[in-house]
């Protein structure tokens, strides 16, 4: 994506025509696969999520990471290469590998480590290995119809496995889409970054185009009926785009770092912190977030133990240490049979404790609005940071709700790692 780009590393491709086609390609592909999944429409008759299809992934996800380090040691610029081993992002790859030894089960959770890294790997290289902006946004742009046409596609053709049905677990959510996605709000978040994409697009000249994408992504939105997204998706353009136009660089990236310290206090801070909880209950009497704040503080005290190194990546939940602890009684609902913490920043904790969290924060807000602040004003740079920044803060936001980060496979956070690449590259070099 940048003017400093390799067209030439390779005898094999010293067409300039030829290399930029294959980099094109390969992007595209990279695209499909990571924001389509090698498991779409993972859905019985029923509307309930089928099982199977790890080893699809497993040879799926490797040969996707084997093709980005290819593509990107036969055509990406040796100053690009040498900025991705970036110290903050190392040390977060670091951490997650000591969370490995932290886990009672090593064996998986290295697995586990092994198969997120090379999805990260891959998305890497979605984002590196277009020549030009345009290339880009022609990559992007078919990855993101490739999901709107498939989920459309299951709506009208195949509702029973596109569209929930009034069945165990979740009868309530009948008609609501979910697509190629597992649930509805998976699907709201995934696909609402979609419509960042269509408005990036839109604003870089490909009004038609754009238009489009951000049309179909906004219907799809309405439809899942996530009301999360639906309330964030028009303030983080406000906050990106309106900050843009009002203040800069700076206003945006401290209106989200405001959004983030306010979305901390409202959520975990009001279970660590008593006069908050009073504060919030004063403010919004009976506010749970859905039971979240049971689980919670269900998660908080299992972790007291090993609160500062966590129990290791993928190696909490559904085992014994969650399975077989005695359900506290003051608390409304039994959490033992819970998937995940439903907080991003709280699922690091239970992975790598407290410090693992530190570097997260680090990593996943700090260091990216660093980058937007000091990308330089190149209508280009400037107009790929704010479509990173969106998509970004909107994950971070969500985060609060879900767990996802780190999360193999899981759009919302490829689409989130992409974003924090993309960051870096715009402050690091000149976007043509």
Avoid at 146 to 162: D, K
Avoid at 247 to 267: I, K, Q, R, Y
Avoid at 275 to 295: H, N, S, Y
Wanted: hydrophobic share 55%; with cysteine.
């Amino acid at each position: 994506m940048s003017n400093i780009a390799g067209l030439n590393r390779t005898k094999a491709f010293e067409a300039p025509g030829l290399s930029r086609w294959v980099r094109l390609l390969s992007a595209q592909l990279l695209f499909v696969c990571l924001l389509v999944s090698f498991s779409p429409f993972a859905l019985d008759a029923k509307g309930v999520a089928a099982s199977g299809g790890n080893i699809v992934n497993q040879l799926g996800y490797s040969a996707l990471a084997a093709l980005s380090l290819l593509m990107i040691v036969l055509f990406t610029d040796p100053k690009v290469v040498l900025s991705l081993f970036r110290p903050v992002w190392l040390l977060l790859f670091g951490a997650l590998l000591l969370s490995v030894h932290a886990s009672d089960w090593p064996d998986a959770a290295l697995r586990a480590y092994l198969f997120s890294v090379m999805v990260m790997i891959a998305a890497v290289g979605a984002m590196c290995l277009p020549a030009s902006i345009r290339d880009f946004r022609i990559a992007l742009a078919t990855g993101a119809m490739a999901v709107l046409g498939l989920s459309y596609f299951g709506i009208v053709l195949m509702p029973s496995i596109a569209v929930h049905q009034a069945v165990p677990p979740e009868p309530q959510h009948a008609g609501l889409w979910h697509g190629i996605f597992s649930h509805k709000n998976v699907a709201g978040a995934a696909v609402a970054m979609l419509f960042f994409a269509g408005l990036y697009i839109w604003r870089s000249g490909q009004r038609s185009l754009g238009l489009i994408i951000a049309i179909l992504a906004a219907l799809f939105v309405y439809k899942t009926g996530s009301k999360t997204t639906l309330v964030l998706m028009p303030c983080v353009v406000l906050m990106v785009i309106g900050g843009r136009w009002f203040g800069g660089s700076v206003l945006p990236a401290f209106t989200v770092l405001a959004a983030f310290s306010t979305m901390t206090l409202m959520t975990l801070g009001t279970v660590l912190f008593k006069p908050l909880d009073t504060l919030l209950q004063a403010i919004l009497p009976g506010t749970t977030f859905t039971g979240r704040t049971d689980l919670w503080r269900f998660t908080l005290e299992l972790l007291r133990p090993r609160e500062w190194r966590g129990f290791g990546i993928e190696s909490f939940w559904l085992t014994p240490h969650v399975t077989k602890a005695e359900q506290p009684f003051e608390l409304s609902w039994d959490m033992r049979e819970i998937v995940n913490a439903h907080n991003g920043y709280l699922e690091l904790v239970v992975w790598g404790g407290w410090p693992l969290l530190a570097i997260g924060i680090l990593v996943l807000v700090l260091a990216p609005l660093w980058d937007y602040m000091r990308t330089p004003p190149n209508r280009e740079n400037v107009l790929l940071a704010d479509f990173c920044l969106m998509v970004l803060s909107f994950g971070l936001l969500n985060a609060f709700l879900e767990s996802f980060f780190l999360s193999r496979g899981n759009q919302i956070w490829l689409m989130m790692w992409m974003a924090i690449v993309g960051l870096h590259l715009a402050r690091r070099f000149r976007i043509t």
